[in-house]
T-cell receptor, first 114, second 115 residues
Framework: QQQVKQSPQSLIVQKGGIPIINCAYE??????FPWYQQFPGKGPALLIA?????SEKKEGRFTISFNKSAKQFSLHIMDSQPGDSATYFC?????????????FGSGTQLTVLP | DAMVIQNPRYQVTQFGKPVTLSCSQT?????MYWYQQKSSQAPKLLFH???????NEADTPDNFQSRRPNTSFCFLDIRSPGLGDAAMYLC??????????????FGDGTRLSIL
């Protein structure tokens, strides 16, 4: 069964801390790994994404680290702010005919304390 | 801005009474998806359209149907909603063709309540 395992389920950090969310996958057919940020009452919004031929990608305060051999990837949020408090989903994507099959992790609820 | 728009944001229906949720997009994407998201869970794919080709997930109940009359619009029909169908329903779009680089753009969802 195709799965993406995400941990931790919840995370509380102080403002300025560096929360790290980890994900692992099994299916080597996955070729694209996006992270989504979801606020209550909103749809998931694409935050940052990486392809498996890249080991690290930074966009602003958000960094993805990717370890292809271990089939693991993680999200780091530098200088975290209370406005970053949200649920974060990692995902893995592969082609499914002409569409993209997106498999989500179970989500991490992040709270950044002021 | 180009967007995925879902209407209504909140929908209340009675047990067993058919309900239709709608989604429109200005992105001109050829793929549209419907997801179900229950509280504190990840979104679960119900089905998707590639243009007019309908693709149903194996575990999507027959109670859920969809229509896509044109590129911009897609509808989710729940024929006989049960209490277990109360959830957030998310519409998403993507553009087929570029391997590995097509994120799905999500709407803000319709929260469905069943009385």
């Amino acid at each position: 069964q195709q799965q993406v395992k995400q941990s931790p389920q919840s995370l509380i950090v102080q403002k300025g801390g560096i929360p790290i969310i980890n994900c692992a996958y099994e299916n080597t057919a996955f070729d694209y790994f996006p992270w989504y940020q979801q606020f209550p009452g909103k749809g998931p919004a694409l935050l940052i994404a990486i392809r498996p031929d890249v080991s690290e990608k930074k966009e602003g305060r958000f960094t993805i680290s990717f370890n292809k051999s271990a089939k693991q990837f993680s999200l780091h949020i530098m200088d975290s702010q209370p406005g970053d408090s949200a649920t974060y989903f990692c995902a893995a994507s592969q082609s499914s005919g002409s569409a993209r099959q997106l498999t989500f992790g179970s989500g991490t609820q992040l709270t950044v304390l002021p | 801005d180009a967007m995925v728009i879902q209407n209504p944001r909140y929908q209340v229906t009675q047990f067993g009474k058919p309900v239709t949720l709608s989604c429109s997009q200005t992105l001109n994407h050829n793929v549209m998806y419907w997801y179900q998201q229950k509280s504190s869970q990840a979104p679960k794919l119900l089905f998707h359209y590639y243009d007019k080709d309908f693709n149903n997930e194996a575990d999507t109940p027959d109670n859920f149907q969809s229509r896509r009359p044109n590129t911009s619009f897609c509808f989710l029909d729940i024929r006989s909603p049960g209490l277990g169908d109360a959830a957030m329903y998310l519409c998403a779009t993507s553009r087929a063709g570029e391997v590995g680089n097509q994120p799905q753009h999500f709407g803000d969802g319709t929260r469905l309540s069943i009385l």
